[in-house]
């Protein structure tokens, strides 16, 4: 492949050199450290004038700095006059920091709630706050639903916007936390799927996996779930959650799991409150790993768009799904002006 330059920032290296070594190139050598005052440092050694440059980073490890060192690393193919810079981007860095995500992460019932109480306690009479369904709007707030909609930073678009500034022509991302977040870009993205690899790892690592229920962990996961369902014919489950207010989150299982194999699947395995059979981005905050190992489960696999070589080695339950055969497969796909969306549709192997 001629006029093709992969770059790597510091997050994920070995990601990026197996994908070279699918794509039979080699890995562009490329600077990377801090200054003394911790100011990003990127040198890129070899010329990218008039060729397509990659550059892979995954929102993993240090985040900012790794968001920071993309912005960087794009801006320095821009002046070195590449023709084109695609950013592939396993795990999107602040994909969980949409509005509508935020919305959902914070105690949206307490907060607007103690909010309203507040302002009310301090206004001197009735008519010193404004009343009515514009007053709710003009505070970002909703009383009948807790509303703190207007008061969150909308930092997953402030990064979609910060990217297409430094100057990307394109975005691969993969499995995308909220799928929303194509709609931020002016730039082409390409949201990739892990599914083809997931359903390869069932089928050769979980025994009498035709037997076996696949349930998904909530509604938001039930399209990815019933997609693998449909094209392994395997029945389907579904976690029903409900958030009361001032009350702990009930669940309920709608579907028949009894005796059979579970697989759960997700897209993201973070804090580890909820455990999960696979997921894609294996991130593991917090207490993660110490509830997995404490855990009735047999195994839990997610690829590898986050370093799982530490993780592994204190938590003998992780498995590996390698995805970085696809990722290669992909990006030949877009040098060469070939079809990605096809990979999918016909569950091609790798």
Aim: proline share 5%.
């Amino acid at each position: 492949m001629k006029n093709i330059v992969v770059l790597t920032g510091s997050s994920h290296p070995k990601l990026a050199q197996r994908i070279c070594d699918n794509l039979g190139i080699e890995l562009s050598e490329c600077k990377l450290g801090k200054f003394s005052n911790q100011e990003t440092s990127v040198e890129i050694k070899n010329s990218v004038r008039e060729k397509h440059v990659y550059i892979i980073q995954s929102g993993c490890g240090r985040v900012n700095d790794n968001v920071i060192e993309l912005f960087i690393l794009v801006q320095a193919c821009l002046m070195g006059s590449a023709k084109r810079v695609t950013v592939v981007t396993p795990l999107f860095p602040y994909s969980r920091q949409s509005e509508k995500s935020q919305k959902k992460r914070l105690p949206q019932h307490q907060i607007g709630s103690e909010i309203m109480s507040s302002l009310t306690q301090q206004a001197d009479g009735p008519s010193s706050l404004p009343q009515g369904t514009f007053a709710q709007s003009f505070m970002g707030m909703s009383i009948g639903e807790g509303g703190y909609r207007q008061w969150c930073a909308r930092a997953g678009t402030l990064v979609a916007n910060l990217l297409q500034a430094a100057g990307a022509d394109h975005l691969i991302a993969m499995d995308l936390h909220d799928p929303q977040y194509q709609g931020f870009f002016e730039i082409p993205v390409d949201l990739i799927y892990a599914e083809p690899c997931i359903i390869q790892w069932i089928r050769t690592e979980i025994p009498n996996w035709r037997q076996a229920v696949v349930v998904s962990p909530d509604a938001g996961g039930a399209k990815r779930a019933t997609s693998v369902c449909s094209k392994l014919n395997l029945d389907f489950a579904l976690i029903h959650k409900e958030d009361l207010a001032n009350t702990k989150e009930s669940m309920g299982l709608v579907g028949e799991v009894a005796g059979r194999p579970v697989i759960v699947l997700d897209d993201m395995i973070d804090s580890g409150s909820t455990i999960y059979a696979i997921a894609v981005h294996g991130v593991f905050s917090g207490p993660a790993l110490e509830i997995i190992n404490k855990s009735p489960i047999t195994q839990v696999a997610c690829t590898n768009t986050v370093p799982q070589e530490e993780f592994r080695k204190l938590c003998p339950k992780l498995a590996t799904i390698d995805i970085s055969t696809m990722l290669a497969e992909i990006i030949r796909r877009t040098f060469n002006g070939e079809s990605v969306s096809q990979l999918f549709v016909h569950d091609e192997q790798f």
